[in-house]
């Protein structure tokens, strides 16, 4: 059995919470579960919380909630990580009580990010109804959605994430894009693609996160809110060819960027053969200024010579 089950939660520091709350609630469709001084946390499914955010200079990912099945597993996971040198910390009854989990521990991975593993997390009271993502989202026992990550050492993550904590290789994209090299790496912890992805030569740890909703109008809709609300677009639609998720991408406020998207494949490991595309995406996804080229200018008329 696999050590990580699902991701289960990501954490935030955000310098503008008021902003972020606005963001949350009225472009992504996520609602507010509980608030506290400095800090709330947001819901998207079933799980009573997906995202904690809280007030901080970092504007940055601070830690990642991957879940797994019980203590045994949680104990197992440990003893693995420990006997590989890795310091894994018992979170406190405190820590656990913020995350809303029965235990945690703690640790981080080569690239300096704080991994949290995770079991029992408490789920809503009602379930969850987005007032503007209609469809709902693709989470519950598939986790959140994904997030990619800065590794400036490949090599190490990939080893950390496979090797200890079970992960599968999914694919690699190894491209060119708008003049800029790309080299990620994608793994699954479940039938989801990809529940974390990572590459070199990003300005933060967190380059984006995935929400999947269940129609593709969602997406569309969810485009328009952000245009709307004056959300800074990084690329348009697109569907990219190892996913197959068909999705734009955009910033929040603390300037890493979201995706949202549809239409996310499955993998089977049965049959699933790992392979290296050769581009971002099948069609689409280019930045926005790409379709606004300049026009030319009308030339000027001089009234006088014009015919009567």
């Known amino acids: 059995m696999r050590a990580i089950r699902q991701l289960g939660y990501l954490a935030f520091e955000v310098s503008d919470l008021a902003a972020w709350e606005a963001f949350a609630t009225g472009v992504l469709g996520l609602g507010v579960a509980r608030r506290w001084d400095g800090g709330m946390s947001l819901r998207m499914d079933g799980h009573a919380q997906r995202f904690f955010v809280t007030q901080g200079p970092a504007d ?14 949680l104990d197992a996971v440990a003893a693995r990580l420990r006997a590989a040198g890795h310091d894994v910390v018992e979170g406190t009854a405190e820590e656990a009580d913020a995350r809303q989990v029965v235990r945690l521990v703690h640790l981080r991975d080569p690239g300096g990010n704080r991994v ?11 379930p969850f109804v987005s007032p503007m993502a209609r469809s709902g989202f693709v989470a519950d026992e598939l986790g959140l959605g994904h997030l990619v990550i ?81 959300v800074r677009i990084a690329q348009m639609i697109g569907r990219h060819p190892n996913d197959r998720m068909v999705s734009f991408y955009a910033f929040t406020p ?3 960027q979201f995706e949202y998207g549809w239409g996310g494949r499955l993998v089977d490991d049965a049959t699933w053969e790992p392979t290296v595309h050769d581009r971002i995406s099948e069609w689409g996804h280019h930045p926005p200024e790409r379709y606004a080229p300049r026009r030319p200018k009308p030339e000027k008329v001089d009234k006088k010579e014009q015919p009567t």
């Not at 940055?60 to 597993?73: I, K, S």
Request: charged residues 20%; hydrophobic residues 45%; negative net charge.
């Open 116 to 126: 949290e593993l995770v079991f029992g997390p408490a789920m809503g009271e009602a």
């Open 254 to 256: 603390s300037g890493f």
């Open 60 to 73: 940055d990912l601070v830690a990642v909630g991957w879940q797994v099945a019980d203590e045994v597993a």
């Open 150 to 230: 800065n590794a400036p050492d490949t090599a190490a993550t990939a080893a950390f994430y496979q090797e200890l904590l079970d992960f599968k290789l999914s694919d690699r994209i190894v491209c060119e894009f708008y003049g800029h090299p790309v080299d990620i790496t994608f793994l699954h912890a479940n039938p989801r693609h990809h529940s974390l992805a990572f590459g070199g030569a990003q300005q933060k740890r967190l380059h984006h996160f995935l929400l999947e909703v269940k129609s593709l109008d969602d997406v569309g809709a969810a485009l328009d809110r952000a245009v709307g609300a004056g």
